[in-house]
């Protein structure tokens, strides 16, 4: 059983749609985030839930809107896609301050 | 803001070598200091987190050190395998509320055979 799962895989879009990303935990963790690695490679913290709450909210655009709809579940949806958008986005969980665990990532192409 | 360093970024060696991959970081400030490893198209798997309070992590072929006062970390691999080659990141996870794992840019790891 994939203790962090998240689809798609991959998603190649065209500029100005909307799309979302789903990501699920079945560690029971109370913490779930959103990474994005970008083309250098460099992996930035997005958003961080704890028990549904929104505890971190790095600076980017209000385009992306994370949703968690129990602590098990926190989906990513980005409006008005543009072509820096283009990353893979990683989704991780964690229990308090243990180890993080990561999805296998989702790699998003706008075209 | 902490920032956090890894060197060499990419690193070739010939199997059965033992290799230390480096980790620096700015604040010292630190819950703990936790490595990973990403596969090719891959998530990242955690290999080791080290508590701020501790100097050193082992698991199997793997030894992680911390020393805080000089912001350093190192990741030790012994008789490295093939299997091994992957990218290798460090990330530091700083005191206070709402803290945010901070990454290295990691290090490229190949083993040949």
């Known amino acids: 059983d994939t203790a962090v799962s998240q689809t798609p895989k991959y998603l190649v879009t065209q500029m100005g749609n909307d799309k979302s990303i789903k990501c699920e935990q079945n560690?029971?963790?109370?913490?779930m985030y959103w990474y994005k690695q970008d083309s250098k490679k460099f992996l930035k913290i997005m958003f961080s839930?704890?028990?549904?709450?929104?505890?971190i909210n790095e600076t980017v655009p209000n385009r992306f809107s994370p949703k968690s709809p129990d602590k098990a579940h926190l989906n990513l949806h980005i409006n008005s896609l543009e072509l820096g958008d283009s990353a893979v986005y990683f989704c991780?969980?964690?229990?308090?301050?243990?180890?993080?665990?990561f999805g296998n990532g989702t790699r998003l192409t706008v075209t | 803001k902490q920032e956090v360093t890894q060197i060499p970024a990419a690193l070739s060696v010939p199997e059965g070598e033992n290799l230390v991959l480096n980790c620096s970081f700015t604040?010292?400030?630190?819950?703990?200091l936790q490595w990973f490893r990403q596969d090719p198209g891959k998530g990242l798997t955690s290999l080791l987190l080290?508590?701020?309070?501790?100097r050193e992590q082992t698991s199997g072929r793997l030894n992680a050190s911390l020393d805080k006062s000089s912001g350093r970390s190192t990741l030790y691999i012994a008789a490295s395998q093939p299997g091994d080659s992957a990218t290798y990141l460090c990330?530091?996870?700083?005191?206070?509320?709402?803290?945010?794992?901070?990454f290295g840019t990691g290090t490229r790891l190949q083993v040949t055979l």
């Open positions: 991780a969980s964690s229990q308090e301050l243990g180890p993080l665990h």
């Open positions: 080290i508590q701020s309070s501790q």
């Open positions: 839930y704890n028990n549904k709450e929104l505890i």
């Open positions: 990330a530091a996870l700083p005191t206070g509320t709402a803290s945010k794992l901070t």
């Open positions: 560690l029971g963790h109370d913490t």
């Open positions: 604040d010292s400030a630190i819950y703990n």
